[in-house]
T-cell receptor, first 111, second 113 residues
Framework: GEDVEQSLFLSVREGDSSVINCTYT??????LYWYKQEPGAGLQLLTY?????DMKQDQRLTVLLNKKDKHLSLRIADTQTGDSAIYFC???????????FGKGTHLIIQP | ETGVTQSPTHLIKTRGQQVTLRCSSQ?????VSWYQQALGQGPQFIFQ???????GRGNFPPRFSGLQFPNYSSELNVNALELDDSALYLC????????????FGQGTRLTVV
């Protein structure tokens, strides 16, 4: 079945870059997403990438996709305290129709 | 703010009871998906409604059911509540069933005691 794996925790110093990694198993994944969840809140869509792309950049966010290894990463440049949250990787073969999420990576920012 | 609103924000129910959760989709969106997020887990897809019909379902039993109304708002109903149903229930709306972007509400925290 479909599976999405992420590391549970990542700790970085304020101002450094954060790189959050994700692997997925479904070879029919067409859309790959990154969502952010702050305490007590819903999910905020950060960015997404189509499987025919290798990279997508959006301000401080860079998404890299290695389709051969089924590996997705999210790089946050100049990490700030406001970036502290849980980051979820998600995939879907059909866009917004039925996303499969990982368990999330807790990003911890050290001063 | 995504424009997706859910009610209530918190709810406590007793095992065996029934519950109804509500979601208003973002203006212009005709598709609503429901997810269950247990503590410490990622969201799991329950089902999706498109033009008032169920349009895909995850691995959830039939006691999880839903409705979509002509204004595209939606309800999630859960019968015969179990302790393991305690979770954050998230609603997401999109412009159509295979739109790229889904926008989530703040969720309803359901506690079953």
């Amino acid at each position: 079945g479909e599976d999405v794996e992420q590391s549970l925790f990542l700790s970085v110093r304020e101002g450094d870059s954060s790189v959050i990694n994700c692997t997925y198993t479904d070879s029919s994944s067409t859309y790959l997403y990154w969502y952010k969840q702050e305490p007590g809140a819903g999910l905020q869509l950060l960015t997404y990438i189509f499987s025919n792309m290798d990279m997508k950049q959006d301000q401080r966010l860079t998404v890299l996709l290695n389709k051969k290894d089924k590996h997705l990463s999210l790089r946050i440049a100049d990490t700030q305290t406001g970036d502290s949250a849980i980051y979820f990787c998600a995939e879907s073969p059909r866009g917004a129709d039925g996303l499969t999420f990982g368990k999330g990576t807790h990003l911890i920012i050290q001063p | 703010e995504t424009g997706v609103t859910q009610s209530p924000t918190h709810l406590i129910k007793t095992r065996g009871q029934q519950v109804t959760l509500r979601c208003s989709s973002q203006s212009g969106h005709n598709t609503v998906s429901w997810y269950q997020q247990a503590l410490g887990q990622g969201p799991q897809f329950i089902f999706q409604y498109y033009r008032e019909e169920e349009n895909g379902r995850g691995n959830f039993p039939p006691r999880f059911s839903g409705l979509q109304f002509p204004n595209y708002s939606s309800e999630l109903n859960v019968n015969a509540l179990e302790l393991d149903d305690s979770a954050l229930y998230l609603c997401a709306s999109s412009f159509y069933s295979r739109d790229t972007e889904a926008f989530f509400g703040q969720g309803t925290r359901l506690t079953v005691v």
